[in-house]
């Protein structure tokens, strides 16, 4: 086991090297983001499978063997995840994770059955677009692993899109159960209600790393058709927030556009090289992905609930 450390300044250095003296301790100086902490686990692990677990979850003590098994049995198959449930009230599922996690066609997320009461409507084996918990460690090495240049948020759905681009398939198995404490975000309909405030500099984090996703992973030629309803649904969020009289998440839609045009190039780069990987053509990557749940369907929906 692994403890990749990402700066942090509480004493869990201190405290697993006390309380648990086998596990191999790797450290960031500072705190890199999400994808860097992983990656700084990923690279130094030797074993066949990477399973990326993070501080707030418990796992169940037979999670990991259906998972192992699984993928033992199917070559194609690069990526799982397990039913994530609230730690707090284990009948529930999680608001973040759930069962199986999926992507628009303008990379909005979607977790199926986020908040619902677990009556087993989740229990088949499932393909879903993209996983946070049990990897092929060669696989994540040969599509780049995660893009640290995200720091925070999409890092994850990022990787599955290069992991399914590359034909490989990501599934969902029900039988292995983690415990989230986290992800109490509230929730109408299973989707994340848009009055929810995010710390301001995560708002910007949150849409300029959904247009980097749709850059990168995108072709050159599906890019150029989305291009103009990834900018209607852009306005769309400046608009909004200028509307509600939010002048910070206002500025920070903005500033994600702005990031994008002043650092084009290196965009672009990333889109050649994700190009380079390709063995999926859009059209089959977009039958993985659901219908349209952007922010505007949520408003809608508040909308006519009024």
């Not at 090495?141 to 990022?158: A, H, L, N, Q, R």
């Not at 290069?162 to 415990?179: D, E």
């Not at 989305?226 to 509307?243: K, R, S």
């Amino acid at each position: 086991m692994i403890f990749a450390d990402n700066g942090s300044t509480d004493g869990s250095i201190e405290f697993v090297k006390k309380n648990y003296p086998n596990v191999q301790i790797f450290q960031n100086k500072h705190n890199r983001g999400v994808g860097a902490g992983f990656n700084l686990g990923i690279v130094n692990a030797k074993g066949k499978y990477i399973a990326t677990l993070n501080n707030d979850i418990e796992v169940d003590p037979q999670w990991l063997l259906p998972l192992v098994k699984f993928m033992e049995s199917y070559s194609d198959v690069a990526a799982v995840d397990a039913k994530y449930l609230n730690y707090y009230n284990r009948k529930r599922f999680d608001t973040r994770s759930a069962a199986g996690r999926y992507l628009d066609f303008l990379a909005n997320p979607l977790t199926r059955g986020a908040g619902e009461e677990d009556r087993g409507q989740y229990d088949k084996i499932s393909r879903v677009f993209y996983s946070c918990t049990l990897y092929r460690r060669d696989v994540l090495i040969d599509v780049g692993m995660f893009d640290e240049d995200f720091f925070y948020w999409y890092e994850d759905s990022d990787l599955g899109w290069r992991i399914n681009l590359k034909g490989y398939h990501v599934m969902y198995i029900p039988t292995s159960r983690i415990y989230h404490k986290g992800g109490e975000t509230k929730f109408q309909q299973n989707q994340v209600n848009i009055e929810t405030k995010l710390r301001h500099g995560f708002y910007f984090l949150n849409k300029r790393n959904k247009l980097l996703t749709l850059i990168k992973n995108y072709s050159t030629s599906t890019l150029v058709k989305a291009l103009p309803l990834i900018f209607l649904e852009h306005v769309g969020y400046i608009v909004y927030w200028i509307m509600k009289r939010d002048k910070q998440y206002s500025i920070e839609s903005l500033y994600a556009v702005l990031w994008i045009i002043r650092n084009f190039k290196k965009v672009w780069d990333k889109h050649l090289q994700v190009q380079h990987l390709r063995k999926v053509k859009d059209r089959d990557i977009q039958s993985l992905m659901m219908p349209y749940c952007g922010d505007p369907v949520k408003l809608l929906r508040l909308w006519l609930r009024k």
